[in-house]
């Protein structure tokens, strides 16, 4: 699913350089690579500030306490994700609420969601799956009319964009997660939060650093979960690849669309534009998910899936609330869907493999 390995060695020597420029420097954590990455994630971003913290769950947690969000609070979100979305809301302390989701795409479901507002909720934690940014302007308005904040966890979306704006400018904020297999990866954890929101940011730069406004100042009670100078030399060493990355990315999706005709498999829907995904995962289904998987494997092609569980079968969550009308589209989903390897440093020969393996899939 990912080759760190047969990276290009032009990047390996960028990496090594900026670790020895840290090494060299003699500090260590929240400094000037730390202000330099910053400043480009949010120039990439087009939003006023980027907020660099431990990695992306600490980064919708902190944009949930900034927002004064917390006990009594409910947050909606979807129940097929990274379990991280929904512990965040837990760890800020107020209550998660699923909705279920659109069968083809996988995204949060309005009308689910829609049944799920309340006079508690206080926010949608919308999630852009696989790397895809969908419908966001019906999220903006459903967000406004409801007076709730509108968060976007873009841990898999690096960059995506839709009608000109980036992933993480059409909420009040967007958290985004470094973590080394997301398409712009640390060599370990990392994460960042970005926003226009002037007095969020200086919230959230407080409480990543113990709550301290100046130095040995606690105005809050926070956290402690900043961003490393060597993740932060590295990440901006990394970044002047993703472009070229997330291009090649699209490449194969194009091809595994127009090429994957195996029968018994259905691909997701396609984005709304080209831009609008980046491929983070490239996703089927298929009745017989768990064969094909094996097939697959026969083949020499690990397939992996996300997610085998939604987050209310896990055993730590069982009991928790929910769309009363049920999360069936996302039991479904988790289990059909198959993640097949989409990642940059496939050769056009994989991508064939890929396919022809698929293509040759009998069904029992
Ligand atoms: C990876 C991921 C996270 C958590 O990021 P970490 O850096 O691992 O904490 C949150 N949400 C989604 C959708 C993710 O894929």
Redesign the pocket.
């Known amino acids: 699913m990912n080759d760190f390995k047969a990276e290009p060695n032009e990047l390996k020597t960028a990496m090594l350089n900026s670790a020895e420029r840290v090494i060299e420097s003699g500090w260590y954590v929240l400094g000037k690579e730390v202000e330099n990455f910053e400043r480009e994630w949010a120039s990439k971003c087009g939003t006023n500030h980027a907020i660099g913290v431990?990695?992306?769950?600490?980064?919708?947690e902190i944009i949930l306490r900034s927002l004064s969000i917390g006990p009594g609070d409910e947050v909606i979100t979807t129940p097929m994700?990274?379990?991280?979305?929904v512990l965040?809301i837990f760890r800020a302390g107020a209550t998660p609420v699923l909705a279920d989701i659109d069968p083809e795409s996988a995204h949060l479901s309005i009308e689910s969601v829609k049944r799920c507002i309340n006079a508690k909720t206080k926010a949608i934690l919308l999630?852009?799956?696989y790397g895809q940014i969908r419908n966001i302007r019906q999220w903006q308005s459903l967000a406004k009319s409801s007076d709730i904040y509108l968060i976007e966890?873009?841990?898999?979306a690096h960059l995506a964009k839709l009608e000109g704006k980036t992933a993480g400018s059409f909420g009040v904020a967007g958290?985004?997660?470094?973590?080394p297999?997301?398409n712009l990866g640390a060599p370990g954890?990392?994460?960042m939060l970005v926003t226009d929101d002037g007095h969020l940011a200086n919230m959230a730069a407080c409480l990543r650093n113990y709550g301290q406004s100046v130095r040995y100042f606690h105005p809050e009670i926070g956290l402690n979960s900043r961003l490393d100078e060597m993740h932060a030399a590295i990440l901006s060493a990394r970044l002047k690849w993703l472009d070229n990355f997330t291009a090649r990315r699209r490449e194969i999706a194009s091809r595994y669309y127009a090429e994957i005709t195996a029968p018994y498999v259905r691909l997701m829907a396609k984005p709304q534009e080209l831009e609008a995904h980046v491929y983070?995962l490239f996703v089927l289904l298929c009745p017989q998910r768990d064969a094909l998987q094996k097939h697959l494997e026969h083949h020499g092609i690990q397939a992996l899936i996300?997610y085998p569980v939604p987050i209310h079968l896990q055993e730590s969550c069982l009991s928790i609330k929910r769309d009363p009308a049920g999360l069936e589209f996302s039991e479904e989903h988790a289990r059909c869907c198959l993640s097949i390897p989409c990642h940059p440093q496939m050769s056009d020969v994989d991508v064939t493999h890929v396919i022809t393996s698929i293509n040759a899939f009998q069904a029992i």
Do not use: E, P, R, W
Not at 81 to 85: D, I, Q, R
């Open positions: 431990a990695n992306g769950m600490d980064a919708i994700t990274a379990f991280a979305s965040a999630v852009h799956l966890d873009c841990a898999q958290a985004y997660s470094f973590y297999t997301k954890d990392a994460g983070h996300h």
